[in-house]
Structures are given as structure tokens and as C-alpha cells.
């Protein structure tokens, strides 16, 4: 009976697309120290008249859907036409690791999927002001292995794999709830994804490794958006299925039964369909050779550090992908991926050496005293001190003066007969040659070469070496 009343909402999908509002306000104006019990807060007179404004019950039921990327969390709400419109949306103060589904205990990761929200889930008395479990993990997930336990929707804006929010905000989602279950309501689903799977978006993520993961939630996305009504779910072949006629039951890790979509809603998708391929082909060559940096925790939490000023510790927004992120050309975005890779790597390293170090002295208690060097070191002899002299002796007459040796002159005969003849140079080994060219030098630079100038002819004239003047002595300064 159900899917026959799709049939009638897909038909006039077009003409109340206009019913949803896009742009409410993300803040609240709940003063928490005028709350005097928190779980029995009743949702403010504004809140109250928006609902009548889109033709909502306050115990009508609702659904929460979470976009990771955007950091937004939603709350819809049926109409008396039983069609979910949107009455609030909230900025999520923290969710911690990166887009993507948690897959184990510890690893930081907020849930992604279809989780139904139970009355036993919803916990009044949390250290976290208040919270709802999200029940992680569902049927898909432990069918896949995925592990992982108090996984919620809380307050005090602090996360380790929660969606965590302002207090403020947190008591107006648990009235919601709590005012739905009094409806009657068996269940609120919680739509928890990477992002809006519009296909931009899907075409701007389609090198993340999750994509194949997300092209399975993205069905019960868009069969969402068309009728308004939240997907019934289940699970097969450890894969989610949306709103199938089953021959049998649904095992989450065995053979899906016999299924088949109701032909109202297979019409109804059709077109949605054809138009999205459309738009994703458009998309694909705008982001042609362009990929998406998906940013860290850390960087996301960059942008937002001047939200923690003057408040407490534990108050730890992380802000959201969309401003942290940013395209990419592919081969910037594979070396800037490497540098992170190496640093990481690096950092490993370190804390390695250190716990390590740490062992080896017992926390520091103990440091090992190095042993002695087993080759013997060369025995340095002390320089020769020269006698100190007294002041009195700079005025000294007996002070040796410097001597220069005399000029030395050498005639043409004289350097022919001092020749020596050729003879076969004795080898040598390179100190010997380094301590004989000083004198070579010396000997060159006594002899000089003169030209006559009548006859052109070269002469080697003998050639006075110029003595330098002498030292004059201290005491002498003061003289002619």
C-alpha cells in the first residue's frame, strides 16, 4: 500500500519542490541556564509556528540527515500529506577524521549510512549534555565486519567519532525526537553522508577509493529526494537495498531474495535518473585532470581555531571539508600526498627512536655510560713555552737586530760556469719536492734578465737585490 502512494507523490514531485525550505537559520536562540530540566524542554514559539506554517503536527515524525562535507546536520518533518519537508538545519560543531565510513573501533571515523533511531536510544543523562546512539553498528555494517560502540549524536561540541553539537542545539533535536516518539513514531532515520550527492559533487569525488561505497548509499539518496519519504531499508549480499518487494526475507549476509522496485517509483526515477547524467557528464569535463584534496582533521580544525578563544578545553569545533578542501591538478595532489606520506613516516621514526631511548634508560633514570674508545689516540706533546720577557727589556740596547744577508751579485760567466749539466732528475717524493720549491723560488728571483738596447741583444746583467730597511728597536720611537 505504501508504494502506491509514491506513485501519487512522484507525480507531483515538480509542483511542491517549492514546499522545502532551503534557507532556515542554522543558529537557536535556547538559553541553556534558564533550563530547568533538560529533557522535558519544550521547542520554542518560533519553532512552533514554523511548523503550522508548512502544515506540520509537533508530534509528527521526523528524519536527520547528516552531510560530513557541508558539517550540516537536518531535521525534517512530515506534513498532513505524509511528505518530509525541511524544518531546521544546524551546523555540526565537530565530527572527527575524514569523509568516508567507520570501519573499526579507534579509528576516529563518524558512521555514514542508514541507522534507525530507536526511543532506547535516546540518553538523558550523557556526559555530554545530551545524547542519541546512533546505533552504529547496523545490519550493514556487521555484515562487512565493522566494528565500533557509543557512537552518538551529542553536545559539548567535542568528537571521537561522534556527531557532536552545541548544547543549545543538541536539547532542540532531542525535543524533536523525544516529541515524535510521543507521535507515535517507531523510529527516526538517521541518513548519515559523505556529502550531497549531487552529481557535481559525486563527480568531484569520484577518485576517492569510498566511491563505490557511496554510489550504493546514493540510491536510497535520491529516492529521497524524489519522493520525500524516508527509503525502507535492508540489507543483502552485505549490500543496502531501498524500498524492494521481496520474495523472502532480507539476510544481511546471504543471497538477496528475489526483488524488484515498485513501477511507481521506477518511473519516478527515470527521469530523475536521465537528468543527473546530464548534469554528471557536465561535470566530469569541468573537473577534466582536476581532483579533490580532501583535507585532515588538523586542517580543518585550523580554520575554526579562533572559535575555541575563551572557552573551555574540551570545546573543540573542527570545522568543515568544503573550506578546508580544494581542487587539485592530479600530479600536484600525488606530490603533495607523498610529501605527507614522508613526514608521516618521518614522525614514526622519531617516536620510535624515542620510546626506544626511553627503554633502554628507563624512562630516563638510567642513562648508559658510553664505553671507552678502543683505538689509542695519538700522545699530543705541549708546546715548547718560549721565556717570558720582562717589560724593561723592550728598552734594552743589547736586543738583537734583525740580519739581512748581503746582496749577492752574480755575473753572466759566473751563471754559465755554475750550471750544472742535465743530468737525470733523482726521484722524489711530493714532501721532498714541497720542501725544496721555497728555495727554487728564491734562487729564480735573484736572477733578472736586462736588454741592451743598442744592439737588441739580451744581456744578463748582474742585478742588485734590494736590502729591506731594519727593524728600528722599541726604544727608539721617540728619535731622529
Given at each position: 500500500?505504501?508504494?502506491?502512494?509514491?506513485l501519487a507523490?512522484?507525480?507531483?514531485?515538480?509542483?511542491?519542490?517549492?514546499?522545502t525550505?532551503?534557507?532556515?537559520?542554522?543558529?537557536?536562540?535556547?538559553?541553556?541556564?534558564?533550563v530547568?530540566?533538560?529533557?522535558e524542554?519544550q521547542v520554542?514559539?518560533?519553532?512552533?509556528?514554523?511548523?503550522?506554517?508548512?502544515?506540520?503536527?509537533?508530534?509528527?515524525p521526523?528524519?536527520?540527515?547528516?552531510?560530513k562535507?557541508?558539517?550540516?546536520?537536518?531535521?525534517?518533518k512530515a506534513?498532513t500529506?505524509n511528505?518530509?519537508?525541511?524544518?531546521?538545519?544546524?551546523?555540526?560543531?565537530?565530527?572527527?577524521?575524514?569523509?568516508?565510513?567507520?570501519?573499526?573501533?579507534?579509528?576516529?571515523?563518524?558512521p555514514?549510512?542508514?541507522?534507525?533511531?530507536?526511543?532506547?536510544?535516546?540518553?538523558?543523562?550523557?556526559?555530554?549534555?545530551?545524547?542519541?546512539n546512533?546505533?552504529?553498528?547496523?545490519?550493514?555494517?556487521?555484515?562487512?565486519?565493522?566494528?565500533?560502540t557509543?557512537?552518538?549524536?551529542?553536545?559539548?561540541?567535542?568528537?571521537?567519532?561522534?556527531?557532536?553539537?552545541?548544547?543549545?542545539?543538541?536539547?532542540?533535536?532531542?525535543?524533536?525526537?523525544r516529541?515524535?516518539?510521543k507521535?507515535?513514531?517507531?523510529?527516526?532515520?538517521?541518513?548519515?553522508?559523505?556529502?550531497?550527492?549531487?552529481?557535481?559533487?559525486?563527480?568531484?569525488?569520484r577518485?576517492n577509493?569510498?566511491?563505490?561505497?557511496?554510489k550504493?548509499?546514493?540510491?536510497?539518496?535520491?529516492?529521497?529526494?524524489?519522493?520525500?519519504?524516508?527509503?525502507?531499508?535492508?540489507?543483502?549480499?552485505?549490500?543496502?537495498?531501498?524500498?524492494?518487494?521481496?520474495s523472502?526475507?532480507f539476510n544481511?549476509?546471504?543471497?538477496c531474495?528475489a526483488m524488484?522496485?515498485?513501477?511507481?517509483?521506477?518511473?519516478?526515477?527515470?527521469?530523475?535518473?536521465?537528468?543527473?547524467?546530464?548534469d554528471?557528464?557536465?561535470?566530469?569535463?569541468?573537473?577534466?585532470?582536476?581532483?579533490?584534496?580532501?583535507?585532515?582533521?588538523?586542517?580543518?580544525?585550523?580554520?575554526?581555531?579562533?572559535?575555541?578563544?575563551?572557552?573551555?578545553?574540551?570545546?573543540?569545533?573542527?570545522?568543515?571539508?568544503?573550506?578546508?578542501?580544494?581542487?587539485?591538478k592530479?600530479?600536484?595532489?600525488?606530490k603533495?600526498?607523498?610529501?605527507?606520506?614522508?613526514?608521516?613516516?618521518?614522525?614514526?621514526a622519531?617516536?620510535?627512536?624515542?620510546?626506544?631511548?626511553?627503554?633502554?634508560?628507563?624512562?630516563?633514570?638510567?642513562?648508559?655510560?658510553?664505553?671507552?674508545?678502543?683505538?689509542?689516540?695519538?700522545?699530543?706533546?705541549?708546546?715548547?713555552?718560549?721565556?717570558?720577557?720582562?717589560?724593561?727589556?723592550?728598552f734594552?740596547?743589547?736586543?738583537?737586530?734583525?740580519?739581512?744577508?748581503?746582496?749577492?751579485v752574480?755575473?753572466?760567466?759566473?751563471q754559465?760556469?755554475a750550471?750544472p749539466?742535465?743530468?737525470?732528475?733523482?726521484?722524489?717524493?711530493a714532501?721532498?719536492?714541497?720542501a725544496?720549491?721555497?728555495?727554487?723560488?728564491?734562487?729564480?728571483?735573484?736572477?733578472?734578465t736586462?736588454?741592451?738596447?743598442?744592439?737588441?741583444?739580451?744581456?744578463?746583467?748582474p742585478?742588485?737585490t734590494?736590502?729591506?730597511?731594519k727593524?728600528?728597536?722599541?726604544?727608539k720611537?721617540?728619535?731622529?
Open positions: 500500500m505504501r508504494f502506491w502512494n509514491l507523490s512522484a507525480a507531483i514531485v515538480a509542483t511542491l519542490a517549492g514546499c525550505n532551503e534557507a532556515l537559520d542554522a543558529t537557536t536562540s535556547v538559553d541553556i541556564k534558564s530547568k530540566n533538560k529533557t524542554y520554542s514559539a518560533p519553532m512552533v509556528r514554523k511548523m503550522t506554517e508548512l502544515g506540520m503536527q509537533k508530534q509528527a521526523i528524519a536527520l540527515r547528516i552531510f562535507e557541508e558539517g550540516t546536520l537536518e531535521v525534517w506534513n500529506a511528505r518530509f519537508q525541511l524544518l531546521k538545519t544546524y551546523k555540526i560543531c565537530a565530527w572527527s577524521g575524514k569523509l568516508g565510513p567507520k570501519v573499526k573501533e579507534g579509528d576516529r571515523q563518524a555514514e549510512g542508514f541507522y534507525p533511531l530507536f526511543p532506547r536510544q535516546m540518553n538523558p543523562n550523557s556526559n555530554y549534555y545530551l545524547a542519541i546512533t546505533g552504529y553498528p547496523n545490519a550493514y555494517d556487521k555484515a562487512n565486519g565493522r566494528q565500533g557509543h557512537l552518538m549524536i551529542h553536545g559539548a561540541c567535542s568528537s571521537s567519532g561522534c556527531y557532536s553539537m552545541t548544547d543549545e542545539q543538541m536539547i532542540e533535536i532531542f525535543a524533536l525526537a516529541d515524535s516518539f507521535g507515535g513514531q517507531e523510529s527516526v532515520q538517521l541518513q548519515a553522508f559523505p556529502f550531497r550527492m549531487t552529481a557535481e559533487n559525486m563527480a568531484r569525488h577518485d577509493p569510498n566511491i563505490d561505497f557511496w550504493m548509499l546514493k540510491v536510497g539518496y535520491d529516492q529521497f529526494e524524489v519522493t520525500k519519504r524516508p527509503p525502507e531499508v535492508n540489507v543483502c549480499e552485505k549490500k543496502y537495498v531501498f524500498n524492494q518487494q521481496a523472502g526475507p544481511p549476509g546471504g543471497q531474495p524488484s522496485t515498485p513501477p511507481a517509483l521506477q518511473v519516478a526515477m527515470a527521469g530523475f535518473e536521465k537528468t543527473y547524467q546530464t554528471y557528464d557536465k561535470a566530469m569535463k569541468k573537473y577534466d585532470g582536476m581532483v579533490w584534496y580532501e583535507p585532515s582533521e588538523a586542517e580543518r580544525k585550523a580554520i575554526v581555531a579562533k572559535q575555541r578563544v575563551g572557552r573551555e578545553l574540551a570545546y573543540a569545533p573542527t570545522g568543515n571539508s568544503l573550506d578546508a578542501g580544494k581542487m587539485m592530479a600530479s600536484d595532489l600525488e603533495k600526498l607523498a610529501d605527507q606520506k614522508e613526514a608521516e613516516e618521518t614522525k614514526v622519531v617516536e620510535l627512536q624515542k620510546k626506544e631511548l626511553e627503554k633502554a634508560t628507563d624512562g630516563g633514570k638510567h642513562v648508559p655510560v658510553p664505553a671507552a674508545n678502543p683505538i689509542p689516540q695519538p700522545v699530543m706533546q705541549a708546546a715548547v713555552e718560549e721565556p717570558k720577557k720582562s717589560f724593561w727589556s723592550l734594552s740596547k743589547s736586543e738583537p737586530e734583525l740580519q739581512m744577508p748581503a746582496p749577492v752574480v755575473t753572466p760567466d759566473q754559465a760556469t750550471a749539466q742535465a743530468q737525470p732528475a733523482p726521484a722524489t717524493t714532501k721532498q719536492a714541497k725544496a720549491a721555497p728555495a727554487a723560488q728564491q734562487q729564480a728571483a735573484a736572477v733578472t736586462a736588454t741592451t738596447p743598442a744592439t737588441g741583444a739580451t744581456a744578463e746583467a742585478v742588485l734590494e736590502e729591506p730597511p727593524k728600528r728597536p722599541f726604544w720611537i721617540w728619535g731622529n
